[in-house]
């Protein structure tokens, strides 16, 4: 099996920074892309970041100069640096992962971690 454990949320305040990590552990040949996904109370989820293997990176608009997004493929690890967040980031993070392991490309998804940003 694959699992997906993420870590890193938490309450900070506007302005404030944090730093999710993922880690994907189980029998994977390789991993291809890496993501980060957010669901806000009442919205649907939407795509934060990702990066592929070859560490060529996307953002969404409304993160482009404050997120940055890395992975560490030794340690099977996809980080998020979130830097002056703002109230509406406020929402339940995923990462995401689309890896190979032995029959296709699958995607997988982690539990979630609450990130809250106020005052």
């Known amino acids: 099996q694959v699992q997906l454990v993420e870590s890193g949320g938490g309450l900070v305040q506007p302005g404030g920074s944090l730093r999710l990590s993922c880690v994907v552990s189980g029998m994977i040949i390789s991993i291809n892309t890496m993501g980060w996904h957010r669901q806000a109370p009442g919205k649907e989820r939407e795509s934060v970041a990702f990066i592929t293997r070859a560490d060529i990176t996307n953002y969404a608009d409304s993160v482009k100069g404050r997120f940055t997004i890395s992975r560490d493929n030794a340690k099977n690890t996809v980080y998020l640096e979130m830097k002056s967040l703002e109230p509406h980031d406020t929402a339940i993070y995923y990462c995401?992962?689309?890896?190979?392991?032995?029959?296709?490309?699958?995607?997988?998804w982690g539990q979630g971690t609450q990130v809250t940003v106020s005052s």
């Open positions: 995401n992962v689309r890896l190979n392991r032995g029959f296709g490309l699958q995607d997988y």
